[in-house]
């Protein structure tokens, strides 16, 4: 199993850029699919972006594309979501999670307990 850990979240304004990051522990990083989800009050926990083992594929949901990269250094066991032009709705609890590339939730056995992201306007 693989112990992941995020940090980085915080209350910003509007436009502004944040870095996540998550930290793994455990098994073998490198042979992990990494992503990112997020979940807002009163919604569904939504996928954010996803990168492949090595690194040479990502994926991302429309409302973040052009906004938000995800990138991951395996030397360091950590993946990173840097994330630009903040807007309110991206206000949510974010996850960092490890398993098959995808972007359904179902794809992922690993779950961070969350970092929280506040955008005031």
């Known amino acids: 199993q693989v112990q992941l850990v995020e940090s980085g979240g915080g209350l910003v304004q509007a436009g502004a850029s944040l870095r996540l990051s998550c930290a793994a522990s455990?098994?073998?990083?490198?042979?992990?699919?990494m992503g990112w989800f997020r979940q807002a009050p009163g919604k569904e926990r939504e996928f954010v972006a996803a990168?492949?083992?090595?690194?040479?594929?990502?994926n991302y949901a429309d409302s973040v594309k052009g906004r938000f990269t995800i990138s991951r250094d395996n030397a360091k066991n950590t993946i990173y979501l840097q994330m630009n032009s903040l807007k309110p709705e991206d206000t949510a609890v974010y996850y960092c999670?490890?398993?098959?590339?995808?972007?359904?939730?179902?794809?992922?056995?690993?779950w961070g307990q969350g970092t929280q992201v506040t955008v005031s306007s």
């Open positions: 990168i492949t083992r090595g690194g040479g594929s990502t």
């Open positions: 455990g098994r073998t990083f490198s042979s992990s699919a």
């Open positions: 999670v490890a398993g098959q590339y995808g972007r359904l939730r179902s794809s992922y056995d690993a």
